[in-house]
């Protein structure tokens, strides 16, 4: 799960009492994916999950904060990790190719040289 998505809000009002646009949790967007592709670059090179732990709890935890294991097992290739690194960053704007993409009257605007950057 993106960090956005461990919050359990995706975008709602984290309080009820509150519910103006900036007390918003993150939405998730097409940088949600490109987490979601990060993790699956991980998980393909080492054979494990990036956050495992045995209770989904800490695993939540770990995820939040955002410290990605390179264990000694893990990626042997810099550009991989260095890849993977840069697809998992806790805000959505960093993430690699996240600026691809801009939402426009409702609908999802390309912007130019798209995914190329990956």
């Given amino acids: ?3 956005e998505a461990v919050t359990g809000f995706s975008g709602m009002p984290n309080r009820e009492d509150k519910p103006d646009i900036e007390k918003c949790a993150a939405p998730s967007t097409t940088a949600t ?3 979601a592709l990060g993790a699956m670059v991980y998980i393909l090179h080492t054979g494990s999950t990036p956050y495992w732990s045995p209770r989904p709890y800490l ?3 770990r995820i939040q904060r ?7 097992w893990g990626i042997p290739d810099e550009d991989a990790w260095d890849l993977t690194t840069k697809l998992m960053q ?8 996240a600026d691809c993409f801009k939402v426009k009257l409702g609908k999802v605007v390309a912007k130019e040289g798209g995914y190329d950057v990956l």
Avoid at 66 to 72: A, I, Q, V
Wanted: net charge neutral; aromatic share 8%; charged share 25%.
């Fill in 1 to 3: 799960m993106a960090p």
């Fill in 33 to 35: 994916d490109l987490w």
């Fill in 59 to 61: 695993t939540f935890l």
């Fill in 66 to 72: 955002g410290l990605l294991p390179k264990n000694t």
């Fill in 90 to 97: 806790l805000k959505q704007e960093d993430r690699l190719g």
